[in-house]
């Protein structure tokens, strides 16, 4: 990854942030560049989905600079937050209305979108209540991927999916990512989900205050086999003290 100002897709600069006087941010300090993933992990609480909320713009800074090079972004969220009411392919479309497409280049649009997170055509016209949860999800990875983002938020996206599925759909967001070159910041509690997706992973200190550490992952996504992931895993835990905590809970801090 070249390391020129101009590679940055996303720069973080002292952001930090507080609720109610409660300080849950600060000093942070992250890019993410052209075409990378960078997964973001640390302690439950320790503030990375409200990092991701001020990155996207859902949330102010109290502190701090964001700098957003990229064209468009979307977000995909731990639950697939589609409208009940219509189909799939409405809910894909959806995000092709808002971002002004014309229509008559939604139906193309929209099958392209759903091929890349591997949907069947033939489900289009199911409602979200006749489809199972990972087919949701699909739905709503279809739906970020609609716009043609150049950089895409992934908050906790697989947490609720079984193991089998969730595997599925990391290898789905891979493949996605080195066809279209999109550039995203992946938050997940799940180091081997990481260490799978990633190509850098930043670790927030487990008190908020700041990065505890960022370590580029060798090779590239999808690459990487099973024992190479786990041992990278194994290493971080056991060796590297920037996941010293990465278990830790604060019930008492807001994620």
């Known amino acids: 990854m070249s390391a020129h100002p101009s590679a940055k897709r996303l720069e973080l600069r002292r952001l930090g942030h507080a609720f109610f006087g409660r300080t849950v941010l600060e000093d942070i300090w992250l890019t993410v560049e052209s075409g990378e993933i960078v997964a973001l992990v640390g302690p439950s609480g320790c503030g990375k989905s409200t990092l991701a909320q001020i990155a996207a713009g859902l949330v102010e800074p109290r502190e701090g600079e964001v700098i957003r090079r990229y064209a468009n972004h979307a977000m995909v969220f731990q639950e697939p937050r589609l409208l009940p009411w219509v189909t799939a392919r409405d809910n894909i479309g959806f995000s092709l209305r808002l971002a002004g497409i014309p229509r008559r280049q939604r139906a193309s649009r929209i099958a392209e979108a759903a091929a890349l997170a591997q949907f069947e055509p033939d489900d289009l016209g199911k409602y979200p209540s006749e489809l199972s949860g990972g087919m949701r999800q699909r739905v709503a990875i279809a739906r970020a991927l609609a716009p043609r983002p150049d ?13 089998a599925l969730k595997r599925r759909m990391q290898d789905l967001v891979i493949a996605a990512a080195q066809q279209t070159q999109f ?5 997940t509690h799940d180091l081997m989900e990481a260490v799978r997706i990633a190509h850098r992973i930043v670790v927030l200190d487990h008190a908020g ?16 086999d099973d024992a190479t992931a786990f041992q990278t895993v194994q290493a971080m835990l056991r060796h590297d003290p920037a996941f ?3 278990h830790d809970v604060d019930e008492r801090r807001r994620a």
């Not at 550039?183 to 938050?187: D, G, K, V, Y």
């Open 151 to 163: 950089f895409i938020y992934f908050d906790e996206p697989f947490t609720a999916l079984d193991v």
């Open 244 to 246: 010293a905590h990465i």
């Open 183 to 187: 550039a995203a910041l992946f938050i």
């Open 209 to 224: 205050h700041g990065v505890a550490g960022e370590r580029a992952i060798a090779g590239a996504p999808g690459t990487r």
